[in-house]
């Protein structure tokens, strides 16, 4: 079956400008993380969806990154405002359920750079 | 709260040498420990896991790791690298009830000729 995608596989914004990227996971899968890479970086845990629960947003670093999922499906992560220290690999990650939450199947990531 | 220190943000090996690429770990409870791949322009792929079964875990591409609680190390090896291997590797943490897994930094392995 189809992995995690995501889309788009590159962007690049100026900075004060506002981005959205899409993750699109596996299908069935109830757990969706959205990571951040910085260059030279391990990732960097953002943002916790787990079916209609709250998601967890300790990760997220600011206000101006914000996350939404529909049901189980697609999530878009949201960054406003974007500044240059947002320059990253935005990786996206999905799990079947809690319990397994540590079998995370990674997409290709969203390469942002902000200008 | 856990955490995971990989030691040499880059190693360099010959083709056909015994890759070793270190990684320690900080946990309160018992964890479970993955070793992830990256090549470039690619999202993350699993390698092995620990998931307090057998201490020694073999994974994809003939690497393998032990899980060694006394020293706590989950070290990757390889006996022979290939240039294939070339690649960005992780190190991650996990514990029952914290759902994100913890990174290290990082190692980047390049494999010389």
């Known amino acids: 079956g189809a992995g995690v995608s995501q889309s788009p596989s590159n962007k690049v914004t100026e900075k004060g400008k506002d981005v959205e990227l899409r993750c699109d996971p596996i299908?069935?899968?109830?757990?969706l993380y959205w990571y951040r890479q910085r260059l030279g970086q391990g990732l960097e845990f953002l943002i916790y969806?787990?079916?209609?629960?709250?998601?967890?947003k300790s990760g997220l670093p600011s206000d101006r990154f914000s996350a939404e999922r529909t049901g189980e499906s697609v999530s878009t992560l949201t960054i406003q405002r974007t500044q240059q220290e947002d320059s990253a690999v935005y990786l996206c990650?999905?799990?079947?359920?809690?319990?397994?939450?540590?079998?995370?199947?990674f997409g290709p990531g969203t390469r942002l750079t902000v200008t | 709260a856990q955490s995971v220190t990989q030691l040499g943000s880059h190693v360099s090996v010959s083709e056909g040498a015994l890759v070793l690429l270190r990684c320690n770990y900080s946990?309160?409870?018992?964890?479970?420990l993955f070793w992830y791949v990256q090549y470039p322009n690619q999202g993350l792929q699993l390698l092995l896991k620990?998931?307090?079964?057998?201490?020694l875990v073999k994974g994809i591409n003939g690497f393998e790791a032990e899980f060694k609680k006394s020293e706590t190390s989950f070290h990757l090896t390889k006996p022979s690298a290939h240039m294939s291997d070339a690649a960005e590797y992780f190190c991650a943490v996990w514990v029952p009830g914290n759902t994100p897994l913890v990174f290290g930094k990082g190692t980047r392995l390049s494999v010389i000729a």
């Open positions: 969806f787990q079916g209609n629960s709250a998601p967890d």
């Open positions: 946990s309160s409870v018992p964890p479970y």
């Open positions: 620990y998931t307090s079964a057998a201490t």
């Open positions: 990650a999905s799990s079947a359920d809690r319990s397994s939450s540590y079998e995370q199947y």
């Open positions: 299908s069935g899968h109830t757990a």
